[in-house]
């Protein structure tokens, strides 16, 4: 079974550029996560979809994050502008919710430097 | 609220020695409860997870872990650790089961030859 992937592995960019991040999740997944790991920090979710309606992005900067989940598979997490804050690895991760079954797959992350 | 605490930022021990890492958790419900091992540059792997059945819970690679409702503890433990297991190691709480997942800040596992 393949896992979650994601694209880019790294990135370096500027403060005040724009990037945009790619999730894949396992196939038949309907639940897909976005996190934010900071240096030192566990993992802090930033959007929880399912299919392709948000459940949870509270924790999610408005101002300059944004995702969406088109047709319930694929995710793009785009961050703009950019502060440095921002530096950290974006993992994305995905569950099928069935019965007591949910534990979540995470892909290898994407790491972002801001420069 | 639900939270994590993990006791121990960092833990070393020698190979073939007892591996103790330590979680204490909070919350409202009756939650589900995970340890994810993160070696470096690797994914998140899920070493095991408590979900209301059983409370002494194994997991792979030797790896097993017993929920305490009264001293709301989840201490992942192992016999004896191998050079493989240095990673970094989260305690997770689900709460309630199958929502948002809420990430202990980790525990940096040494393991000295």
């Known amino acids: 079974e393949a896992g979650v992937a994601q694209s880019p592995r790294y990135k370096i960019i500027e403060k005040r550029q724009s990037v945009a991040f790619w999730c894949n999740p396992i196939?038949?997944?309907?639940?897909l996560y976005w996190y934010q790991q900071i240096l030192g920090q566990g993992p802090k979710l930033l959007i929880q979809f399912q299919n392709n309606g948000v459940v949870d992005d509270s924790q999610l900067p408005k101002d300059r994050f944004s995702a969406e989940r088109l047709k319930g598979v694929d995710s793009t997490l785009k961050i703009q502008p950019a502060k440095l804050e921002d530096s950290a690895v974006y993992l994305c991760?995905?569950?099928?919710?069935?019965?007591?079954?949910?534990?979540?797959?995470f892909g290898p992350g994407t790491r972002l430097t801001v420069t | 609220a639900q939270s994590v605490t993990q006791l121990d930022s960092h833990v070393s021990v020698s190979e073939g020695t007892p591996v103790l890492l330590r979680c204490n958790y909070s919350?409202?419900?009756?939650?589900?409860l995970f340890w994810y091992v993160q070696h470096p540059n690797k994914g998140l792997q899920l070493l095991l997870k408590y979900t209301s059945a059983a409370t002494l819970v194994k997991g792979i690679n030797g790896f097993e872990a017993e929920f305490k409702k009264s001293e709301t503890s989840f201490h992942l433990t192992k016999p004896s650790a191998h050079m493989s297991d240095a990673a970094e190691y989260f305690c997770?709480?689900?709460?309630?089961?199958?929502?948002?997942?809420?990430f202990g800040t980790g525990t940096s596992l040494t393991v000295i030859p």
């Open positions: 991760a995905s569950s099928l919710v069935t019965g007591l079954s949910y534990e979540q797959y």
């Open positions: 997770v709480v689900s709460d309630p089961p199958g929502n948002q997942f809420y």
């Open positions: 919350s409202s419900y009756s939650p589900s």
């Open positions: 196939s038949g997944h309907a639940t």
